[in-house]
């Protein structure tokens, strides 16, 4: 039988270094809250329960905490007491007899399931506590890690610590797990007698030691324990997410000139073969296919890009755009809603939005849907082969036959048959020497005037 595991995230944080309106675990990296990153390498170590404690007030956080994971439950710490009291408000939640309890912080959106994966095969080897630690280029702030042999003897935080103490670099990273069966009495057996007055988390280990439990360090890389506190150290741990991120698409086979201008969403798929160029932005929910190119300077959110696409450069693809394969946009060009058939091509200067353009559809320069009449949006739908003249107005809803064509600077507000012209402009008319009657007129008005 699998081992059942708890997971239970510290969400509580005041935030008040970040300056914001917004509580601290909702501040995003990668496009998504940091606390969804937790929740999210919860569910890769298969928690059979997430728990998340949130402050008083924090109704925003439970509403991100359900949209994540349905079945996770969220649970209130009315007064910010320590962390032991924290993961106490979650007492509901202990009560379920899982095997494994991990204490994790909703702040830290670095960490990796591999290092919980560790701690939960420590656990299943029997230890009953076991506490993530790091080796701190600055151990400053953090508790330390005492330990003697391989047994774990306490963590002292650094108000408490001794200068000798001190000198430890061993820290606790602030990460701990549990076996389900000593959890709560562990928890309900710590005070608040230190310089803090606070329920300290860190304290179970002292405890179960006293009750001959068996306590265990883990070691974690410092960068996945980060905990963001400002908006600086928002940034570092955005820098550091994505550079990982795009590591690992180059090892899966996609090219990058410059990586370090393109900036991932966690969800964004990239498949091998895909060459970006420098400054591509993706925004939430995109796949890129295999073969695709995509040219400097895109910004592509919500999309899923074909096979062999070729996007940019200065390309702006929008949520609900679907290029199939060989498509094409190109520069200056938006595309929003629209479905995009194999082969069609946009290339300059366009805007097309809540459309489908049919296979091998070549749209002109300057082209516009003209989607919104102010109040609702509209569709346009152009078939299979077809060719829109350059600055043309396709006022939607409107429809463009398969083969159509519709002539240059065009306003459309008519469908277009199949295999038929369109043109929608005044006719030109050619006066012969007009030329130079203008000339000689504007000769006469500016020799007037100077005369004057
Ligand atoms: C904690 C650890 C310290 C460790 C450090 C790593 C304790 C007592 N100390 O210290 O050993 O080196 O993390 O970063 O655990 N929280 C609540 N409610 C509370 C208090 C805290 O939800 O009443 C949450 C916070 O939002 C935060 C987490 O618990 O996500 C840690 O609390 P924090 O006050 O930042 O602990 P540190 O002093 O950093
Ligand atoms: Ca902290």
């Not at 899982?98 to 994790?104: A, I, P, Q, T």
């Not at 928890?187 to 230190?194: E, G, M, R, S, T």
């Not at 001959?212 to 400002?230: D, F, M, Q, R, Y």
Request: include cysteine; glycine fraction near 10%.
């Amino acid at each position: 039988m699998a081992r059942t595991c708890l997971s239970l995230i510290l969400a509580a944080g005041e935030g008040t270094r970040m300056r914001s309106s917004l509580p601290k675990v909702l501040h995003e990296v990668a496009n998504i809250p940091m606390l969804s990153h937790v929740m999210r390498v919860c569910s890769a170590v298969q928690s059979d329960k997430v728990a998340v404690v949130v402050g008083k007030g924090s109704e925003v956080v439970g509403e991100v905490v359900k949209n994540e994971n349905a079945t996770a439950s969220v649970h209130v710490q009315t007064e910010r007491l320590g962390t032991a009291h924290a993961t106490l408000a979650a007492r509901e939640a202990l009560e379920h007899d899982s095997d494994d309890v991990l204490v994790l912080f909703g702040d830290t959106p670095l960490l990796t399931p591999e290092t919980l994966w560790k701690m939960r095969e420590v656990l299943a080897e029997g230890v009953c506590v076991v506490v993530v630690g790091f080796y701190a280029n600055d151990p400053t702030g953090y508790g330390r890690l005492l330990e003697e042999g391989d047994k774990l003897l306490a963590i002292r935080e650094h108000a408490e610590a001794t200068e000798e103490e001190r000198k430890v670099e061993f820290c606790n990273g602030g990460i701990m797990g549990f076996s389900g069966e000593n959890a709560l009495a562990l928890l309900d057996a710590v005070d608040n007698k230190n310089a803090k007055g606070e329920y300290y988390l860190t304290d179970v280990v002292e405890i179960a030691n006293s009750m001959g439990l068996s306590v265990k360090a883990l070691e974690a890389p410092e960068a996945e324990l980060i905990g963001v506190n400002t908006r600086n150290g928002l940034a570092e741990v955005e820098e550091l997410w994505q550079k990982t991120a795009r590591e690992n698409l180059m090892t899966l086979g996609v090219t990058m000139q410059a990586p370090h201008t393109v900036f991932l969403s966690a969800d964004t798929v990239i498949e091998p073969d895909v060459e970006l160029e420098p400054n591509v932005v993706f925004g939430p929910k995109v796949i890129v296919k295999s073969g695709s190119k995509i040219k400097a300077f895109s910004h592509i959110e919500g999309a899923v890009i074909g096979e062999h696409a070729d996007i940019g450069p200065f390309a702006r693809i929008r949520p609900g755009t679907e290029l199939s394969s060989g498509a094409k946009v190109g520069n200056f060009v938006e595309v929003k809603n629209a479905l995009v058939h194999e082969g069609a091509k946009i290339n300059h200067l366009t805007y097309v939005g809540d459309a489908e353009i049919g296979s091998k559809t070549n749209i002109g320069a300057g082209t516009i849907t003209c989607n919104y009449d102010g109040m609702n949006k509209h569709k346009t739908t152009i078939g299979a082969g077809a060719f829109i003249g350059s600055n043309s107005s396709l006022v939607a809803p409107v429809k463009i036959g398969d083969g159509a064509y519709v002539a240059s600077g065009s306003v459309i507000t008519e469908d277009v048959p199949g295999n038929a012209l369109g043109i929608g402009r005044g006719r030109q008319s050619n006066k012969e020497g007009m030329g130079e009657e203008i000339r000689a007129r504007n000769a006469a008005l500016k020799a007037e005037r100077s005369a004057k």
